[in-house]
């Protein structure tokens, strides 16, 4: 894979900030070579066990990333470090070296985003309203070809009609997500990078307008949301745009009493809606989120004949495997408030919109719109 030189402008090392380059191809053999060997070790001190189809390399001569299958590897923690190899294991403290956003929980409910419908995945409502910020904003982005930046490879925004032109950059750390989700062949000017949210491997000021659906459910606060926010602040310019739909749980705590209810009255359709307000309301104080395996706990402890319930329901068969596979999960899920992702955001961003969809729920899932605060 040759990655054309419009994202290469825009990339960088997550970690030193470096621009990259490719790398060459006597600079690839030879790297291979050392890599059959078993000579060449991850930063985080994982053998390099499958040689690259390519890569990138820190100008700087920090680092290297890898290409797979047409998947530049930037997570830090996946970078390779020249100077070392086995005999010299290579170990870095950095906060850009460890940082790590959110586990890869993805990796698995990947293989079940058939399971997933609206509002859980954006509606045509959602869509609209992006597509609409879209045209307003990216088409007044300053320079001939506007980027866009995606947390995550929802394949709704991937597949916007975006200005001609365009670049899309799609940063998510599963490579289930992007194996099975991320809708390559339907985005001609995208690119999808494996990559870390907290330590973005995109250069300062590169970026006219960035985008996320939900992305903050998978972020622990408070270390992970500000490492994002800071991020996002460096990489956009001072004229872009952020927009985001937030997963919001309400202020006051809903009795799970009611969902369950409303589940078996059929006025709860979709499974994924119904576990994310079932999480919602499990959830703790900001900083503890919701275990997920407790979603699995209520569920069962609720739903005496699951099988015959979603039947009635017309849920999806595999329905059930999905909630079942959250069973003993310890991974925690984080649904800020409307309030809470306003103050997380308000020392480097001013929301300027808030948009309310109409359809039921439709106050836990508003899109909002940052503007970058003036430094």
């Given amino acids: 894979m040759q990655i054309e030189q419009g994202f290469l402008e825009a990339l960088c090392c997550p970690v030193s900030k470096s621009p990259l380059r490719m790398m060459t191809e006597p600079e ?24 690259l189809d390519s890569g990138l390399v820190a100008v700087d001569g920090s680092a290297v990333y890898g290409i797979r299958e047409d998947v530049p590897m930037l997570l830090p923690t996946l970078r390779i470090v020249p100077s070392r190899d ?10 850009a070296a460890r940082s790590g956003t959110y586990d890869d929980r993805w990796e698995g409910l990947s293989q079940y985003w058939h399971v997933f419908r609206a509002p859980q995945r954006p509606s045509r409502e959602d869509i609209d309203v992006v597509q609409r910020l879209v045209a307003e904003r990216v088409s007044f982005a ?16 991937a597949t916007l009609r975006w200005p001609a032109g365009t ?6 750390s599963s490579p289930g997500m992007i194996r099975n989700v991320w809708p390559a062949r339907e985005v001609p000017g995208g690119v999808a990078a494996l990559a870390d949210w907290g330590a973005m491997p995109v250069r300062d000021a590169a970026v006219d307008f960035a985008v996320g659906d939900g992305f903050l459910t ?9 490492a994002v926010v800071a991020e996002l602040r460096r990489v956009l310019k001072e004229t872009g745009t952020f927009v985001m ?3 919001a749980r309400p202020e006051v705590r809903e009795p799970l009493d009611t969902i369950f209810r409303d589940l078996r009255e059929g006025r709860v359709v979709e499974p994924g809606p119904f576990a994310w307000r079932l ?7 900001l900083e503890a989120g919701c275990r997920i395996g407790e979603i699995c706990d209520a569920w069962h ?4 004949e699951p099988l015959e319930l979603t039947r009635s329901l017309g849920w999806p068969p595999d329905s059930l495997s999905w909630l079942e596979s959250f069973r003993g999960t310890k991974d925690r899920m984080w649904f800020p408030t409307r309030d809470e992702v306003r103050t997380v955001f308000s020392p480097d961003f001013e929301q300027v919109e808030c948009l309310v969809p109409g359809y039921t729920d439709g106050e836990r899932y508003p899109t909002v719109v940052f503007k970058p605060r003036a430094r």
């Fill in 218 to 226: 998978s972020v622990p606060y408070p270390d992970g949301f500000r």
């Fill in 142 to 157: 300053q320079g001939p070809l506007p980027r866009a930046l995606m947390l995550g490879v929802t394949p709704e925004i």
């Fill in 167 to 172: 670049r899309v950059l799609a940063l998510d």
């Fill in 28 to 51: 690839l053999e030879e790297l291979n070579g050392s890599i059959a060997q078993g000579r060449i070790r991850h930063a985080d001190g994982a053998p390099v066990a499958d040689v």
């Fill in 301 to 304: 402890d609720n739903v005496p």
């Fill in 86 to 95: 086995v005999a010299s294991p290579f170990a870095d403290s950095s906060p």
């Fill in 245 to 247: 739909r937030e997963f």
């Fill in 279 to 285: 999480a919602m309301a499990l959830h703790g104080d």
